[in-house]
């Protein structure tokens, strides 16, 4: 990610709710974006986006929460780390695609988005 320093700190100014809600967007674009043989970078960018989506919210949480998603990104570093052969392997692939997939409704859960009117999320905008 270019300009890493910007972008934490532009991120990091919304509440840990709505950081969360860019989490759970992220891996659902991992999901979304890897059944097309020409995302593989774009996809591979999202495991990257939410590994520091992941760093920059966690510390402002509960301990076990911040856990759960510390265990997240170190599944997405390893992802990060062999992504050609995942790319590679329509198996491994499926196994991404789905992990993310429950990743992303589970984070979107923690952040308690869907539990909050839509007048209340406006407005704290």
Known sequence: M???QAKEESFTRYEVPFR???????????????GNE?????VKSFVEESKFFIEWTAGDMDIDRAAELADMQI?????QLT??????????LVNVVNTAKLWSERVLDMSGLLDEPVETITRSL
């Open 20 to 34: 969360l809600g860019n989490l759970a967007s992220s891996l659902a674009h991992i999901k979304s974006c890897a």
């Open 38 to 42: 020409a995302h593989k970078e774009l």
């Open 75 to 79: 599944q997405l570093a390893r992802w």
């Open 83 to 92: 992504w050609d052969r995942i790319w590679a392997d329509p198996a491994e």
């Open 2 to 4: 270019k300009n890493l």
